[in-house]
């Protein structure tokens, strides 16, 4: 099982990725678009160009794991950024994959970044 709370980082892969890639297909993405390590520990969470799919690599010391989710109706609110990755924190992800709208979120000014 992944828990995004004890991975290093949460990356967020900006734009539209095809969903047909596995882990090898994913792992090119984050090698050549991110420049990151898909073995380094972190999560590279993906979604595609209907943001109706999410699809999350992660490395856990012993093999690579890749989860999926499908909505049935509606979006997950995805950034659309020019930049290839976004760090996000595991509230972050959690308030993505709840469907709630993280963007509309403020931090209290006691929150550590």
Known sequence: ????????????????TDMRKGYD???????????G?????????????????IKVLAWDGSGMWVCAKRLDTGSFRWP?????????????LAMLLEGLDWHQTTSRSWFRR
């Open 25 to 35: 297909g994913l792992a090119g993405v984050v090698m050549s678009e991110v420049k």
């Open 80 to 92: 659309q950024d020019p930049e290839a990755a976004r760090h996000v924190s595991s509230a972050e």
């Open 37 to 53: 390590d898909p073995l380094s520990g972190h999560l590279f969470v993906f979604c595609n160009r209907t943001r109706t799919r």
């Open 1 to 16: 099982m992944i828990h995004a709370d004890t991975a290093a980082h949460i990356y967020l892969v900006c734009g539209a």
